[in-house]
């Protein structure tokens, strides 16, 4: 760590907060100096959003102090951050669509004197704006600006920046970063969070890495590069008490070609993946979030539509299929999304009324008979030492991992050919995760091909035989368990390209 | 630095089943204490006033006849909207429907009426259940197939259907024999035969409907594998979708049981009490069916129980207005202020306010 005697604007000292167990900020301590960009670099759920919604009043610290020129201060709501001059500039933009930008930017501002001029800022910025044109009829790239300009027209001298290029065009995060350089030339204080190796080294003048809560280190961004911030971001392997069921892989069960899928908004969120699944081993799925999981999963499972390429499932195509039209082939296919009360249970229904899903329709007759639910949920809660206060609970009372054990209980016993899990022990403390381990290896030596979908890589790396890294919705690579190391995923799942890249796969 | 008193909501923790009622009970309590002071500022005792309305709607067979009169289209109507509202398909329809399940049932009554009236009446009511069904499914397939909003396209439609009916009234069904615009009143065998309610006397068969019927939604949503595919669709619609339930299917078919249930109330209003058909056949029923359903928290029984207490309001109320001369729209500010109270204690059941005292 480098030592510094300028006085920091900003002071970060010994930052903690904890949601319920997880500590999504452990003992921070971060300076910020004048006229500087700083990033915030780490994967998703190391804390960098935490860690800036507390510089911005949206929470209050466990314990530590933020230090504002050398005074303590205590900022209780996002009012008191933007009196301090600390403006927050949210991933969602909350603009009124049928205000121009000058309405939204004097909006709340209360029309009090003491505001600087949109215009003056705009054209002292040199910021490419109609002020005149309407929310609804512009870009993401102009709204943003219009945020920008809403902070700083009420004088913010600190600007924090959650993952603003995440929805911008290459061209239009030029534009952002040279207003951004304009900022810094005027004086201001400027922190980005972003997950994006190339944007830290275009943009930033020293680099703050965040990995699981804790900070691992400051770097200036000159003497750091892609390699060094990789590793920091990922930190070191750790050897998991995770076993890995040894098994032979047996034949194909899920095979996938040249799968594209577009989202709603025509981006491409899958862009021609193909791999096979075997029965008897587990695939991992390793990314950053937001790098093509969820549609790889959904457009599997029948639950997204399929723009090009195929899907087999045991040599079925079952592409362009609904997850009925699945179910009625008689392949079973089990699916644990990502949001398991988003989908996949239902909340306010109890136990038995769960485990009904996926198999009321078999049932003659009209009426839902409930006995067989019933004591298959006892069977589940007994097997799987399921904490539940009764069969009558709703699921949504139960804690996050017998919330699991629920659907995965339930998916498992419909005997499935193939299983997929996106996250299944996200949220889950790290008892339940061990069982959750326990039943994929469990499953695999069944024979069972599972697809597992998981974002801590020590996970990945002891779990699975092979790992498929996704990068912004391409397959970067397929590797093999023996040759996988974290530096090498991480570097893939930024999309960078190695030399020896052929003998991993 | 000054301390200032900030008042805070939070989320409570568990609240059993006990508490959950106090709270509803105390909520209407706290309705007819609200109630009682707005009639003591218009210079009246609420106790006798209260008093009036329990006496004016019950104490002889036939006021309660009346009452029980009033309570079949209120239940019915709830009990159909509870069949779609339990999807969370907001159908503020029920008005429209209801004038639709009316016509289809007028038309047989009108032009059909040479066939013996059991058959007569079987033939209007089935005619209504279908016309409102469809009548009701038309916002429905517009939702699943173009995604547009339930909750206009069923408020507008009312208007539609309810102007039909005056056209009706004015044009092609009016009664050539009548000095004003009006439609003929029904033959004898278009009309609903009295049948004896024990402790109340004769009312119109639509009471025996309404068991029926009460008795067929309870089943329908809990023991039927229908009524649990709607429960799903409401509760989460990806879940619906993950487990290969057809979606669109089920909200058609919801909706066209839950119109179909609304149609019926038509018909049994025109055939029941009102003899012809009149563009008063709904008469608002088809929203305050929304309120009852949302205060039963959408149980049938609880349906039964607070729309047989609105019958009872707006009887009594009509009571009140020829003893005291309180005009009768005091029952609907007393609905209004009951409405208030319980839907603002779910507030309660589920949030607490606090008061605590911040450094600003």
């Known amino acids: 760590m480098q030592i510094e005697n300028r006085p920091a604007v900003i002071e970060l000292k010994n930052l903690s907060k904890s949601f319920g167990k997880v500590k999504a900020n452990n003992n921070i301590s971060l300076k910020l100096y004048p006229g500087e960009i700083l990033a915030l670099l780490g994967e998703n759920g190391s804390g960098k959003t935490t860690l800036m919604n507390m510089l911005s009043g949206i929470y209050q610290p466990d314990s530590g102090s933020i230090l504002l020129n050398g005074k303590t201060v205590k900022i209780n709501s996002p009012k008191d951050a933007i009196k301090l001059g600390i403006g927050m500039i949210h991933q969602h933009f909350k603009l009124v669509d049928v205000f121009t930008a000058e309405e939204n ?147 194909v069960v899920l095979s996938v070609e040249g799968l594209t899928v577009h989202g709603n908004e025509g981006n491409v969120e899958l862009d021609k993946i193909s791999f096979s699944l075997r029965a008897s081993e587990i695939l991992g799925v390793a990314g950053i979030a937001g790098s093509g999981q969820k549609a790889l999963c959904e457009s599997i499972a029948g639950l997204q539509p399929v723009t090009s390429g195929s899907i087999s499932l045991s040599g079925q195509r079952i592409d362009g299929l609904s997850p009925r039209q699945i179910i009625e082939l008689g392949i079973s296919m089990a699916f644990i999304p990502e949001d398991r009360l988003g989908m996949g249970l239902i909340g306010s229904m109890n136990i038995p009324d769960n485990l009904l899903l996926k198999t009321y329709r078999d049932q003659k007759g009209l009426l839902l008979k409930r006995t067989q639910a019933r004591k298959e949920a006892e069977e589940l809660v007994e097997q799987l030492s399921i ?69 801590d890589l020590d996970v990945l790396l002891a779990l699975c035989d092979r790992i498929m890294v996704l990068s912004s919705g391409k397959l970067s690579a397929i590797v093999e368990n023996r040759f996988a190391t974290k530096a090498l995923l991480g570097m893939k799942m930024v999309g960078m390209t190695t030399d020896k890249e052929d003998e991993y796969v | 630095m000054s301390s200032r008193f900030h008042l805070y909501v939070s989320q409570r923790g568990e609240v059993s089943k006990a508490q959950e009622y106090t709270m509803r009970i105390l909520a209407l309590v706290a309705a007819l204490i609200a109630g009682g002071v707005f009639l003591l500022l218009l210079g009246f005792n609420p106790f006798e006033i209260y008093a009036t309305m329990l006496k ?15 309570m079949i289209p209120l239940c019915l109507t709830s009990l159909g909207v509870t069949l779609a509202f339990k999807m969370r398909f907001w159908n503020i329809g029920a008005e429209g429907q209801i004038c639709a399940g009316a016509i289809a049932a007028s038309y047989f009554a009108y032009f059909h009426n040479h066939l013996p009236q059991g058959i007569l009446l079987s033939v209007m009511a089935v005619a209504a259940i279908i016309t409102g069904g469809l009548w009701g499914m038309l916002p429905a397939y517009f939702k699943t197939r173009f995604g547009t909003n339930e909750t206009l396209f069923t408020l507008m439609l009312n208007y539609i259907i309810g102007f039909f009916i005056t056209y009706l009234r004015e044009g092609p069904w009016r009664d050539p024999q009548g000095g004003f615009a009006a439609t003929p009143r029904f033959l004898k065998q278009a009309r609903l035969p009295l049948v004896n309610f024990p402790g109340v006397g004769n009312v119109h068969i639509g009471w025996i409907v309404m068991f029926v019927i009460l ?50 109330v038509g018909m049994l209003q025109v055939a029941g009490p009102d003899r012809q058909l009149t563009d008063a056949v709904a008469n608002g029923r088809g929203f305050t069916a929304v309120s009852i359903a949302w205060l039963s928290r959408l149980s049938p029984i609880g349906i039964a129980l607070v729309s047989f207490l609105f019958s009872v309001m707006e009887k009594g109320c009509s009571m009140m207005q020829t003893d005291f001369r309180i005009p009768a729209s005091m029952s609907e500010i007393l609905q209004g202020i009951i409405l208030f109270c319980v839907l603002g204690g779910e507030f309660f059941i589920n949030f607490r306010i606090g008061r605590t005292k911040k450094e600003a």
């Open chain 1, 105 to 251: 930017i004097k909006l709340g501002s209360r029309g009090k004197g003491e505001s600087i001029s949109a215009r003056s800022l705009v054209q002292s910025l040199n910021l490419n704006i109609d002020l005149d044109k309407k929310i609804y009829d512009m870009s993401v790239s102009e709204k943003q600006t219009v945020e920008v300009l809403k902070v700083l027209t009420r004088k913010a001298d600190i600007l924090v920046l959650d993952e603003p290029t995440a929805v911008l065009t290459p061209q239009e995060i030029d534009t952002l970063f040279n207003t951004l350089r304009e900022m810094k030339k005027a004086g201001k204080s400027i922190i980005i969070i972003t997950h994006k190796l190339e944007e830290v080294l275009a943009i930033s003048d020293r680099v703050a890495v965040l990995h699981k809560g804790r900070l691992v280190d400051t770097v200036n961004t000159k003497e750091a590069d892609r390699f060094s911030l990789t590793e920091m971001m990922v930190g070191r392997q750790v050897d998991l008490d995770i076993k890995r069921a040894k098994t032979i892989p047996g034949d």
């Open chain 2, 56 to 70: 004016g709607a019950l104490s002889t067979a036939g006021m309660r006849q009346e009452t029980v009169k009033l």
């Open chain 2, 215 to 264: 008795i067929w939604v309870f089943f329908y949503l809990r023991y039927t594998k229908q009524g649990y595919e709607l429960t799903v669709v409401g509760e989460n619609i990806n879940t619906a979708r993950y487990a290969g339930m057809p979606v669109k299917k089920i909200i058609l078919r919801t909706m066209f049981l839950s119109a179909g249930i609304c149609g019926l």
């Open chain 1, 387 to 455: 904490v539940t206060p009764g069969l009558k609970t709703p699921v949504s009372k139960l804690s996050g991992g017998n919330v699991q054990k629920v659907l995965l209980g339930r998916e498992i016993n419909l005997s499935p050919k193939v299983l997929i899990t996106a996250y299944p022990v996200r949220g889950l403390d790290i008892g339940a995760s061990m069982t959750i381990y326990d039943m994929l290896n469990e499953q695999k030596e069944k024979g069972v091909a599972v697809l597992f979908v998981g974002e």
